[in-house]
């Protein structure tokens, strides 16, 4: 995890997690009020008992909530579980008639506690969206020792080069006509 996701992961998750546990002595009445909101966004949950939907949403919360204060869940991930979330509490947002302006977008009085949650959609944008940081290593040559056997054979190896090269430039003077002290080939 990056030291840059700790505080986005940290509020995030704490604020949901904390959600979350104060939904678990949820009276049925409260569990049918949060029921019909949801409802707004997604029918089906309407099909539930509301003490049931009650538990459900309960779990839900702490479960992302302690996703996001994990520290090996990778950030990706809990991002994407938080996006998942908070485009859910943004679609019942904006499904709902009585929480936006005429415009559908801009919140009422009654839309802003949950207008106000799209900072968590945010959040998850920038924990899927920020790239691994490729951390660029410099390359630094060190030079090996030679060990000094192999010095000593290069030595001589170099050493047997020049003596036959020297060799060799000593018969091809030999060789030329006309030097003095060597007789002329006719």
């Known amino acids: 995890m990056k030291l840059s996701h700790i505080p986005l992961r940290l509020t995030t998750g704490a604020y949901i997690l904390n959600s979350g546990l104060n939904k678990r002595n949820l009276d049925e009445e409260s569990a049918a009020g949060l029921q019909h909101l949801a409802g707004n966004a997604f029918p089906q949950v309407l099909d539930l008992e509301p003490a049931r939907f009650g538990k459900l949403l ?18 990706r991930l809990a991002g994407l579980v938080l996006g998942a979330f908070s485009g859910g509490m943004m679609r019942m947002y904006l499904k709902t008639p009585d929480f936006t302006e005429d415009d559908g977008v801009r919140p009422s009085a009654a839309g802003t506690p949950f207008a106000k949650d799209v900072w968590m959609l945010g959040i998850a944008a920038a924990l899927v969206l920020d790239t691994k940081s490729k951390t660029k290593t410099k390359t630094k040559v060190v030079k090996v020792p030679t060990p000094v056997k192999a010095t000593a054979a290069a030595a001589a190896v170099k050493a047997a080069k020049d003596i036959k090269e020297s060799k060799d430039a000593k018969s091809k003077k030999k060789d030329k006509p006309g030097e003095p002290g060597k007789p002329d080939k006719d």
Do not use: D
């Open 58 to 75: 309960c779990a839900a919360e702490i479960s992302i909530g302690l996703t996001l204060l994990t520290p090996f869940v990778p950030s």
